[in-house]
C-alpha cells in the first residue's frame, strides 16, 4: 500500500490560486488511477478531478476549465493546480490512488476561499 501526504492547502481570497501536492511514499508509474476529492461540511465526498498512468484526466463538472490535475512519475507527486477560486471551493481535499484492489488515502489538508 503507498502513503500519500497532501500539502498546499490554506487560505486565499476569491479568485485566487493555490497548488496542492500528494506525495507519495513509492512509486506511481504503475498506479493506474489517481484522484483529488473534497468534503465541504455537511456535504458528501465528491471526486474533483481523476488521472490515469496514461494521462487522461476527468473532471467534476464544478471545476471544469478552472481546475487542473497532473502527475510526475519521476518525483512520485500528483499535483492540482487551483484558479479562479469561489468560496463554494471551501473544503478539505484528499488525494486517493487506486491499484489493483488497493485504496490508499491521504489525510487531507484544509482549503478556505474567503475574503
Known amino acids: 500500500q503507498v502513503q500519500l501526504v497532501e500539502s498546499g492547502g490554506g487560505l486565499v481570497q476569491p479568485g485566487g490560486s493555490l497548488r496542492l501536492s500528494c506525495a507519495a511514499s513509492?512509486?506511481?508509474?504503475?498506479?493506474?488511477?489517481m484522484g483529488w476529492y473534497r468534503q465541504a461540511p455537511g456535504k458528501q465526498r465528491e471526486l474533483v478531478a481523476a488521472i490515469t498512468n496514461g494521462g487522461a484526466t476527468n473532471y467534476a463538472d464544478s471545476v471544469k476549465g478552472r481546475f487542473t490535475i497532473s502527475r510526475d512519475n519521476a518525483k512520485n507527486t500528483m499535483y492540482l493546480q487551483m484558479n479562479s477560486l469561489k468560496p463554494e471551493d471551501t473544503a478539505v481535499y484528499s488525494c486517493?490512488?487506486?491499484?489493483?484492489?488497493?485504496?490508499?488515502w491521504g489525510q487531507g489538508t484544509q482549503v478556505t476561499v474567503s475574503s
Open positions: 486517493n490512488a487506486k491499484s489493483g484492489i488497493t485504496t490508499s
Open positions: 513509492r512509486s506511481i508509474f504503475s498506479i493506474y488511477f
